[in-house]
T-cell receptor
Framework: GQQLNQSPQSMFIQEGEDVSMNCTSS?????WLWYKQDPGEGPVLLIA?????ELTSNGRLTAQFGITRKDSFLNISASIPSDVGIYFC??????????????FGQGTRLTINP | DSGVTQTPKHLITATGQRVTLRCSPR?????VYWYQQSLDQGLQFLIQ???????AKGNILERFSAQQFPDLHSELNLSSLELGDSALYFC????????????FGAGSRLTVL
C-alpha cells in the first residue's frame, strides 16, 4: 500500500530547542495534515495544508506543503514539556476509483528533557 | 473532548473471543473511520462508512467487521481474537466522505490474553 516515510522516528531534545520533522512520499498528495497524539489519547489535528508551497503557522508550530506535493515538514520552535508526544503526518490523495484516501506516516516520538 | 465518543475505553479478553467496540461520531459528521494502532506503530486504516454505507476498506482482517447504524453510530466487531489483535482501536469522524480533517476519539485499548 501507499507509504509515507516519516522521520525521524524518535527525537530526544532539551527543553527550549527547536524541532524539525518531515514526511516524504513517492506519490503526490493534495492535502497534508499534521496530528499530535498525547499518551493515552487520540490524535489531534495541529495543522492542515491544502496548497503546494503553502507555509502555515499555529503558534510555535510551522508546517509547509512541499512544492512537489510529495513532502511536508513540521517545525516546533522553543520546545516546552507539553510538546511531548507522537507527531503524525498524513497525506490525502484522490484514488483511481475517485475516493479520497488518507495515509498516515509512522509517527515521530518526541521526548523532552527538562 | 473531541466530540467523538468511544466505548469501552479498556477491554481485556481471551483468545478466541469476540468483542464489539462502539463509536459515536461528532455531531453533524456523517463519515466514520476505524483505525488500528499496535504498540509503537502508526495508524493503520481499517474501514470507512459514510451515512450508513461502506465507502472504503483498508487492511481489515476477515475476522473483523463493522457497520454504521441509522443514528450514525458505528460498531467494530472483532472475532476469533488472537494475541496480535491487542492494540488501540481509534474511531474518527468527518463531515463528509472527503477524509479530509478527521476528528479522533480517545480510543479503545484491547488486550487479548
Amino acid at each position: 500500500g501507499q507509504q509515507l516515510n516519516q522521520s525521524p522516528q524518535s527525537m530526544f531534545i532539551q527543553e527550549g530547542e527547536d524541532v524539525s520533522m518531515n514526511c516524504t512520499s513517492s506519490s503526490i498528495f493534495n492535502t497534508w495534515l499534521w496530528y499530535k497524539q498525547d499518551p493515552g489519547e487520540g490524535p489531534v489535528l495541529l495543522i492542515a495544508l491544502y496548497k503546494a508551497g503553502e507555509l502555515t503557522s499555529n503558534g510555535r508550530l510551522t508546517a509547509q506543503f512541499g512544492i512537489t506535493r510529495k513532502d511536508s515538514f513540521l517545525n516546533i520552535s522553543a520546545s516546552i514539556p507539553s510538546d511531548v508526544g507522537i507527531y503524525f503526518c498524513a497525506g490525502q490523495r484522490l484514488t483511481i476509483q475517485g475516493a479520497q484516501k488518507l495515509v498516515f506516516g509512522q509517527g515521530t516520538r518526541l521526548t523532552i528533557n527538562p | 473532548d473531541s466530540g467523538v465518543t468511544q466505548t469501552p475505553k479498556h477491554l481485556i479478553t481471551a483468545t478466541g473471543q469476540r468483542v464489539t467496540l462502539r463509536c459515536s461520531p461528532r455531531s453533524g459528521d456523517l463519515s466514520v473511520y476505524w483505525y488500528q494502532q499496535s504498540l509503537d506503530q502508526g495508524l493503520q486504516f481499517l474501514i470507512q462508512y459514510y451515512n450508513g454505507e461502506e465507502r472504503a476498506k483498508g487492511n481489515i482482517l476477515e475476522r473483523f467487521s463493522a457497520q454504521q447504524f441509522p443514528d450514525l453510530h458505528s460498531e467494530l466487531n472483532l472475532s476469533s481474537l488472537e494475541l496480535g489483535d491487542s492494540a488501540l482501536y481509534f474511531c474518527a469522524s468527518s463531515p463528509d466522505t472527503g477524509a479530509n480533517v478527521l476528528t479522533f476519539g480517545a480510543g479503545s485499548r484491547l488486550t487479548v490474553l
